[in-house]
């Protein structure tokens, strides 16, 4: 589906009413297209931008998701882009030296993201295994493994679990987190007055002077 854009120069836009065909090569999980349609037109907006607008319609053929039969997936693809930005983006759709668009590809780009990655018209589906069943969160699970008995049991008080240390922590490793936690001993000085030992940057106790002055009334011990 290769438009001539060169026609543009002759007319105020393209129209475009086409059917699409199935290409096995661009998306495998599409299996055929039916009444597959694309109408719409291109055209220079206002702004001399090349706009293409068209709406793709059509039924897939897709496998389902559970049956792996063959089933009909209903889509409807609207575009309205620049050309420029679709050449830019995929440059392979357009040949610069003829001016022509592959549209189809153009299509086929936006199909691929119609493709549902889950589709079923199975309805209740048994879905079950060897060993495995699905169940939903209403129905309720009449009997118990009872090789899960026990954790059963465990996880209705389980609040009553608690950590359990391997083995008892000795005297010496618990004294040792302990190390840090000790009264240092302050910074002593003497009074420059009596000698006496003091904290430093505080008056004597003894004599009463702070820097040479006489700064406290000191009672004598009777």
Wanted: with cysteine; proline share 3%.
């Amino acid at each position: 589906m290769i438009i001539k854009l060169d026609e543009l120069n002759i007319k105020d836009e393209i129209e475009i009413d086409e059917e699409v065909f199935k290409d096995s090569e661009l998306d495998k999980r599409i299996i055929d297209l039916k009444n597959s349609r694309v109408i719409g037109k291109i055209y220079y907006d206002t702004a001399d931008d090349m706009i293409l607008e068209c709406t793709f319609t059509g039924t897939m053929i897709i496998n389902d998701s559970i049956s792996l039969k063959e089933v009909p997936y209903d889509f409807e693809i609207d575009l309205n882009e620049k050309v420029e930005e679709i050449v830019e983006n995929s440059q392979d759709v357009y040949e610069k030296t003829k001016n022509t668009l592959d549209l189809k590809r153009i299509l086929w780009q936006n199909i691929v993201l119609e493709v549902p990655i889950s589709y079923t018209e199975v309805k209740d589906a048994e879905l079950k295994g060897r060993g495995w069943e699905l169940v939903k969160e209403d129905k309720k699970v009449k009997e118990t493994d009872p090789r899960l008995k026990k954790l059963e049991d465990l996880l209705e008080r389980r609040w009553l679990v608690m950590a359990v240390p391997a083995r008892r922590t000795s005297k010496t490793k618990k004294n040792m987190r302990r190390t840090h936690l000790k009264r240092e001993v302050g910074a002593i000085t003497t009074c420059p007055k009596c000698g006496a030992a003091i904290r430093p940057h505080r008056a004597c106790t003894k004599c009463g002077n702070y820097k040479n002055e006489k700064v406290l009334e000191v009672q004598e011990e009777n």
